[in-house]
């Protein structure tokens, strides 16, 4: 804002009053004019600054002056002039004060906006931090790119000659007539947006309802598609503190960086996906946003979000608007639903996602445009893209357009339809689905029919296994989802998944039948890259090819002692010919367990209801049980289970609510999956199909040898000479590789190894003796001490020449070793390195940020498949097995990676204060250790409590949770 300074006369003369005020008025008129003029000739390239109160009353705030028939740039000038301030003060306070934002073009949908609740945290604030599950708003937010690219004109001529998609509306690169996806350089998108603006008549800064969302175009690009623009835009943006902080972005390789450019009136309509931000470095935005599991019903058809500022569209009932500035950063948790509106001339953003652009059909080479054409080349090329449908998708070889041919249902719905292209028909589905997979949870890849009352779609896991463990071994699986030991009898089966789909069933029976061969086989080429591509490291096998020939494409596997099918033989052109495949592919007395949806008795494959459905799911073999009962029989089997899921888990009444389906899209579901669904819907509530899981088994008898596991054992001297090596006890920083420094307690609030000095106390003082309280002395020491006495007895046990000719070490494995970088600790790198002696120094941790350290397991240790089998010399955890979920499966994993022989040493709590780091959940005993080793094969070396007492200056200088006292317990156990 410009101040003047009234000057003084250099003669010394006054000048009377009447002649200052008309000099006064004068200037004030002048400067009102030039305003005036300035933002109507260059409202769309200047910047404002913009600075609300937390508690602005919305409607003190929103309210627009003037009569109705006032143009908005008059009703601003009456406003600014007339004698009520009150108003217009406050708009001018909450930044509405653009005669060319739509919050000015269209005050009566500005006054009716339902503002959210968005917390407001100020970045002036070094200290401060956010709830991540809240969508927050973060403002004083100065990066660079504020200063250095805050209009057109500057953005272009500092990133203008890199590449570009163009894009649609529906964030997909547009296409020229050969199929090719349209690129131009940044200078000539920004200027064709603007050009588009300008001469399109239905857009909404000139009166209309704003264009159609596939008319839309957009300049939307990340940093794995275009690394060399992002690199360059990131000079000028860097992830602002405490977001900084947040788990999706705590390391850099985490999660993508995304840019946004948009012209007024354009949108990106209402999504989801992982944790987002976004920070605002030009123009304005209008977010619209519904909390996680806001049904589809509910949010309605895909519409351009602009039109819900305009009342051309319904707003979804329970969605709040939260408008954001220039210098505002927008943070949005997971799976909150969200729409986005340009309100300004070009709208930048700069900000992140979690997860990668693949699951948001982002991840496209890196764009080019040759250097040859010449600027009205370009143009011209640019102009071809501009009428290709933005609607069509690619194949995944980026050339050939997907040939979709489009059928309209009973109630005249559009669907897409691929022809019975079953290959087509799954590639498209997971396009459409893939952000929702996180690729480390099954059950969100496990995409079959969930059942019973707790949606369960691994219960179809756990009834395979029993039939296989009841059918072929003749004995009873372990209970549930429980793991089937490698320290017990175990039988190697060959297991065959036909129709694998993401995978998830072969990477439920891999973490919990580790000695089964499992191979699976897909059609989906989309599947397949998920499988090969995104799922973590494992052993199974997966080939993209039909399950008609489960023994390989030259039949040269081994035969399957099962083969399984969940919800995909119906898709088989010919069971028939599938059965004998399966059967021809299966050892004697090997089974075949499929659950999937069967005709029910009496019920014409000919009837509409079922020919819709036929059609919809490509279910191109819909027969009863008692016809697939035959086709076994003429292929050397018989049919020995038939079980009725359906009933079994009241399909009818929880997953369909005894509620038929309308055969319609809904939320712009319109893949002839989504129809099937239905149609199956229908069917099964009217008792024409049946869900059922059923057991066809290969005449003959089985041979199958039990394995009994055998485990690596740690290094052993057999000659007098061992090696020489001492651990001494002591405590370090962590911080470096060597350790850091030494430190003399167990952290700023308690100093340990006073368990003697405790008991001795106890015994010389105390009044009473009650026998159930008593303990005996040699349950008290000082856990430090123990631990470097058997670490240098077990070290003292290796060759005098370890590790030997092959140089190859064993392994320290140091569980949760890296702090809880989440709950705000710093993290250590090699607090206990020191304690490793003569082996390699790794951690095993479910910190994300851990993923950056080179000698790291990143996994939870109740569940840790990437941890071998008896890799391991010593495994340790400090302060950390109280906040596994389920330390029990803590246990199972120590006991299963730790070599025979080896060592295992763990501290926990006892007595101690609640510490969420995330969570606190368990404390233990000695007896609570002592059994969870004996149980799973160690002998128990060392066990007992040591007392930590705070120092008696903390004591005098420190109040809050934290116990004077603490009891910790130790354990040594050595793996027989």
């Known amino acids: 804002m410009t101040r003047f300074r009234r000057q003084p006369r250099r003669d010394g003369r006054v000048l009377d009053r009447r002649r200052v005020t008309i000099i006064l008025i004068s200037a ?20 404002y600054h913009y600075h609300e109160s937390r508690n602005l009353d919305k409607t003190a705030a929103l309210r627009s002056n003037g009569s109705d028939n006032q143009s908005s740039a008059s009703k601003k000038e009456e406003s600014a002039l007339s004698d009520n301030q009150s108003s217009a003060s406050k708009k001018e306070e909450y930044g509405m004060k653009r005669n060319n934002s739509l919050l000015n073009l269209h005050p009566a949908s500005t006054e009716n906006l339902p503002l959210c609740s968005a917390t407001r945290i100020s970045l002036s604030d070094k200290n401060t931090s956010f709830d991540e599950a809240k969508p927050t708003i973060f403002t004083d937010w100065s990066p660079a790119a504020l200063e250095n690219w805050k209009d057109r004109m500057s953005f272009i001529q500092r990133f203008g000659s890199h590449p570009q998609y163009v894009k649609g509306g529906d964030v997909q690169p547009l296409q020229n007539a050969r199929g090719e996806k349209c690129t131009a350089r940044t200078s000539i998108l920004v200027d064709t947006m603007r050009e588009r603006f300008d001469n399109d008549e239905s857009n909404i800064a000139g009166g209309g309802h704003g264009r159609q969302m596939k008319d839309d175009l957009l300049f939307f690009t990340n940093d794995v598609e275009n690394p060399t623009f992002m690199e360059s835009i990131l000079k000028d943006v860097s992830v602002p503190p405490p977001i900084s902080q947040h788990s999706a972005w705590a390391d850099e390789n985490m999660g993508f960086r995304v840019f946004s450019a948009m012209e007024q009136g354009s949108s990106h309509p209402f999504h989801f996906h992982e944790a987002a931000w976004l920070g605002q470095v030009s123009g304005a935005r209008l977010w619209y946003i519904l909390p996680p599991g806001t049904s589809k019903k509910v949010v309605g058809a895909k519409v351009n979000g602009c039109d819900y500022f305009t009342g051309a569209a319904a707003l979804p009932s329970g969605a709040k608007a939260c408008i954001q500035r220039s210098g505002e950063v927008f943070y949005l948790p997971p799976s909150w639903l969200h729409a986005t509106c340009a309100l300004e001339p070009f709208s930048v953003g700069v900000g992140g996602q979690g997860g990668s652009p693949k699951g948001y059909e982002q991840d496209f080479p890196v764009p080019t445009v040759p250097n040859e054409w010449t600027e009205a080349q370009e143009r011209a090329e640019l102009a071809k893209c501009s009428a290709v449908n933005v609607n069509k998708q690619t194949q995944t070889d980026g050339a050939k357009i997907e040939s979709v041919k489009e059928k309209k249902d009973d109630e005249q719905q559009n669907w897409k339809w691929f022809d019975g292209n079953i290959g087509e028909y799954y590639d498209k589905l997971e396009r459409d689905e893939h952000a929702k997979r996180n690729p480390n949870v099954i059950t969100s890849y496990a995409v079959h029919r969930w059942m019973g009352p707790q949606r369960k779609t691994l219960d179809h896991y756990i009834l395979i296994r029993k039939a296989i463990y009841e059918m072929v071994l003749g004995r009873l699986p372990p209970p549930g989802e429980e793991v089937t030991s490698t320290g017990e009898e175990s039988y190697p089966l060959r297991v065959f998944d036909g129709g694998c789909g993401l995978g998830a069933g072969l990477m439920w029976f891999e973490e919990h039948e580790r000695t089964w061969s499992m191979t699976g086989h897909t059609i989906s080429q989309e599947q397949y890259t998920w499988i090969t591509k995104d799922l973590p490291e494992h052993k199974f096998n997966v080939r993209l090819l039909t399950y008609d020939k489960p023994l390989g494409e030259n039949e040269s596997d081994d035969k399957y002692h099962a083969i399984y099918s969940i919800e995909a033989s119906i898709h088989s052109p010919n069971l028939s010919n599938t059965i004998k495949a399966w059967s021809d592919a299966l050892e004697p007395g090997g089974v075949i367990v499929i659950i999937d949806d069967f005709l029910s008795v009496g019920v014409s494959r000919d009837d509409p209801d079922v020919d819709l459905f036929a059609k919809s799911w490509i279910a191109n073999s819909v027969y009863s049980t008692t016809e697939v009962a035959d086709m076994a029989e003429k292929n050397n089997m018989a049919l020995v289970q038939d079980r009725d899921l359906g009933s079994q888990y009241s399909i009818a009444k ?242 299963r990676i730790t070599k025979k022989g080896g060592l295992t040493l763990h501290l926990v709590p006892w007595s101690y204060q609640w510490h969420a780091t995330p969570a606190d959940n368990y404390r233990f005993s000695h007896t609570a250790l002592t059994t969870l080793l004996q149980d799973r094969g160690f002998e128990v070396l060392d066990v007992g409590y040591d007392i930590c007492n705070q120092p008696e200056l903390v004591r005098k200088k420190r109040k809050d949770e934290h116990f004077e006292v603490i009891w910790l317990t130790y354990v040594v156990g050595r793996k027989l």
């Open 28 to 47: 004030l008129s002048a400067f009102i004019f030039g305003v005036n003029y300035y933002l109507s000739n260059n409202g769309d390239e200047d910047d």
């Open 654 to 895: 929880l997953n369909y609510r005894n509620k038929a389906p309308k055969l319609r899209d809904e939320a712009g579901r319109v893949h002839q999956g989504w129809l099937g669904s239905k149609a199956r819907q229908k069917l099964f509530l009217d008792g024409k199909i049946t869900y059922r899981m059923i057991v066809l088994q290969k005449h003959g008898d089985i041979s199958i040898e039990a394995e009994h596991a055998t485990c690596a054992a740690v290094a052993a001297s057999h000659e007098d000479e061992t090696l020489a090596v001492e651990i001494h006890p002591t405590l370090m920083t962590g911080k470096g590789k060597e350790g850091g420094a030494q430190q003399e307690c167990l952290s700023g609030w308690y100093c340990c190894g006073k368990g003697e000095e405790y008991w001795d106390d106890l015994a010389a003082t105390r009044t009473e003796s009650t026998k159930f309280l008593t303990l005996p002395r040699d349950l008290f020491g000082d856990y430090l001490t123990s631990f470097a006495k058997h670490l240098t007895e077990f070290y003292q046990t290796y060759p005098v020449d370890y590790p030997g000719q092959d140089n190859k070490k064993g392994i320290f494995l140091d569980i949760g070793g890296t702090g809880s970088v989440a709950s705000g600790m710093t993290m250590v790198t090699s607090k206990f390195a020191h304690f490793a002696g003569p082996l390699d120094y790794w951690v095993l941790d479910s910190e994300p940020s851990a993923k950056k350290l080179s000698n790291a397991i990143v996994c939870d240790i109740d569940d840790c498949p990437a941890a071998q089998d008896c890799s391991y010399d010593v495994t340790f955890s400090f302060t950390v097995l109280e906040h596994a979920a389920r330390p029990w499966k803590s246990f199972d994993t120590i006991a």
